[in-house]
């Protein structure tokens, strides 16, 4: 297993990030070689064909956008998804330090294991996400970016997730790295649009997804030039990016739409709404990862209306977790 910062320079040296370190082999992902042949990979390579030759789907360079969600499309989401696992850490202490807290949301749901509360995520209930969003916000108030970076870079290295006992980092979707890599090498700007923290998801961006972290959005802190440095406010910046804030935030951060978009749940349905060509992923592998609907009913639904392209776990990918081949 790579240790962290090995895992980091080798990403950004990939991913062209280290000027004079590494080039990407091309040969390794050209042809998605973790996904199966099938109805689901030949659209995916129809479609990239179709808007960077010449004719009548041509898409200019400059709208080549593609946008992913991140807990279930990018990485493992189960038992939950891995920010709650490190936010859940950080709010354990917070209580042992001030037990009043202990009856206050969202708290009293940890302490209570009420995952009924945490599910208002799930169908964007204002009142579940207000709490949400103000106890984030204080949790980390004051805090500079390098602080920020390097908590979460402890909880990466020591923190295991139940099912695999691996990282959390290490339980990266192979097949979507690749398809990432194809994307770039056909002159996509790829971005990373998720309901997770977008600061939560930058410490690692670089070297796990190839991804700029300016191209990572995100549920937001925003931040404060105070004495010389930036450190986070307590309000956020923009509210939770699920649902109708995903290409709310994508079209605020780049101007443009997908033309390209991944998702794998419901608060994800805008987001692929808003693309011209849209993938789902359906969890169905329980063997090899999870399986599961929920949280998925109403997008699955959407997809066979609108014609997405629907991407099977277990019969679509033949390798699940992994690196790219890199050099």
Avoid at 71 to 81: F, I, N, Q
Avoid at 232 to 253: M, S, T, V
């Amino acid at each position: 297993m790579l240790d962290i910062e090995t895992r980091r320079r080798s990403g950004l040296a990939v991913a062209g990030l280290f000027p004079g370190e590494g080039v990407r082999a091309m040969t390794s992902v050209e042809l998605l070689p973790s996904w199966n042949d099938g109805p689901a990979k030949q659209a995916v390579l129809d479609f990239v064909a179709s808007t960077t030759t010449p004719g009548p789907s041509f898409v200019e360079v400059a709208d080549r956008i593609a946008a992913f969600d991140n807990d279930g499309t990018l990485w493992s989401e189960r038992p939950l998804a891995p920010q709650f696992d490190f936010v859940f850490r950080r709010w354990g202490e917070e209580v042992k330090a001030d037990p009043s807290l202990a009856g206050v949301q969202p708290y009293k749901a940890l302490l209570e294991k009420d995952m009924a509360f945490f599910a208002g995520v799930g169908t964007q209930d204002p009142a579940t996400i207000d709490t949400l969003l103000k106890a984030f916000s204080r949790s980390w108030a004051g805090s500079t970016p390098a602080e920020f970076d390097a908590e979460v870079r402890v909880w990466l290295e020591t923190v295991k997730q139940p099912k695999f006992d691996v990282p959390y980092i290490e339980l990266v979707y192979k097949p979507m790295l690749e398809l990432i890599e194809y994307l770039k090498a056909h002159e996509f700007r790829v971005f990373v649009c998720s309901g997770g923290g977008r600061d939560f998801m930058r410490t690692f961006a670089e070297e796990t997804w190839g991804i700029y972290k300016e191209n990572v959005i995100g549920t937001a802190a925003d931040y404060r030039y105070t004495d010389g440095r930036i450190v986070r406010a307590e309000a956020g910046l923009g509210g939770l990016d699920i649902g109708p804030g995903k290409p709310e935030h994508i079209f605020a951060h780049a101007g443009r739409l997908p033309v390209l978009a991944g998702g794998n749940a419901d608060v994800d349905i805008e987001l692929l709404e808003s693309a011209t060509f849209s993938l789902i992923i359906d969890h169905d592998d329980d063997d090899r990862e999870f399986a599961y609907t929920s949280g998925a009913e109403a997008s699955i639904a959407r997809a066979k209306e609108l014609g997405w392209t629907v991407v099977s776990v277990k019969k679509d990918w033949n390798t699940v977790y992994g690196q790219i081949e890199r050099s």
